[in-house]
């Protein structure tokens, strides 16, 4: 969230009370514009309006006086239409002022800016002095509480990516990794890179930045199966083997490989688990070569 404050009225920055790097909380008084021009519109309003109702008071009592005329038959009963008229009319008055009073005291209300949500002031705009129209920027609050985390992942996996699927995020700003799940995904692809645009959620981490990097890793599935350092399988024409350490002696095996991760390369077949491989310098060896293993 990083909403720009802006004015709502047009009046002159009076005062500001925080700057650039401030920490805020929701309710904090931002900026005091100058607040004399809504001050007394709001004293004109009151003002009408206070005499609007004691003209009224003034209409009741005639209306009374000559109800009592007419129930004594000393005036004919027409005579009241007008104060009737005349009462109705002020009532209408009344009203009108009471909203423009409203009006008056609710922009008089805007000339003090107080902070929407609780975060750090990115950037202050306005000075003292400047003069904002309606809609002028004052100050950018940022509030890291809740980011939205933007991943491109190959359009080869439209068909596998999903919402509510679990991902992994890692931020190079902190050590800690957190798994949360793909809130949603764009509907288009990307135009320059043909990726998909996969959106999770980061709540509640106060340590990740807006605008840093992130790196998302997707778990499709979960699998448990042997691993080799990378550089341990060697392509023979023969395909990919390892050599496999006996008494001394180097061994050619012939594996079947998955998945590639972190160094580590998955072996479907053709090795078992606590055999002892070569790593360091496989490449040199050939089937049944004898080796000396030296301790560094």
């Known amino acids: 969230m990083d909403p720009t404050i802006r004015s709502e009225i047009a009046s002159s920055v009076k005062k500001i009370y925080t700057k650039t790097g401030f920490i805020l909380k929701k309710g904090d008084l931002i900026a005091q514009l100058d607040d004399q021009d809504y001050r007394y519109q709001l004293e004109l309003a009151e003002a009408e309006l206070s005499q609007l109702k ?4 003034g209409q009741n009592k005639t209306y009374q006086r ?12 027409n005579a009241l239409d007008e104060i009737v008229n005349q009462k109705n009319e002020t009532e209408e008055l009344i009203k009108i002022s009471e909203a423009r009073a409203k009006i008056a005291n609710y922009r008089l209300s805007k000339t003090k800016i107080y902070s929407p949500i609780n975060g750090k002031v990115e950037k202050q705009i306005a000075s003292v002095g400047d003069f904002l129209k309606v809609g002028d920027s004052i100050i950018q609050i940022m509030n890291n509480d809740r980011l939205r985390a933007h991943v491109p992942f190959p359009e080869r996996l439209a068909t596998k990516l999903k919402p509510g699927l679990p991902i992994e995020l890692k931020s190079p700003i902190v050590q800690e990794k957190i798994i949360v799940k793909i809130a949603e995904l764009k ?12 959106i999770a959620d980061v709540v509640n981490q106060p340590n990740w930045q807006a605008g840093g990097s992130v790196r998302g890793t997707v778990v499709f599935k979960e699998i448990r199966n042997l691993s080799v350092p990378e550089q341990s399988i ?15 002696v180097a061994f050619e095996k012939s594996v079947q490989t998955g998945i590639t991760q972190n160094g580590n390369t998955e072996i479907t077949a053709g090795l078992e688990l606590g055999e002892l491989i070569a790593v360091d310098g496989a490449a040199y060896l050939t089937d049944e070569a004898k080796i000396n293993i030296t301790q560094k």
Request: negative net charge; charged residues 15%; aromatic residues 4%.
């Open 187 to 198: 509907p288009q692809l990307i135009s320059d890179t043909l990726s998909i645009d996969v």
């Open 234 to 248: 060697i392509l023979r024409p023969a395909g990919q083997v390892v050599y496999v350490v006996i008494n001394d």
């Open 66 to 77: 000559n109800a009592e005329l007419v129930d004594q038959n000393f005036i004919s009963p």
């Open 54 to 57: 004691i003209r009224l008071i």
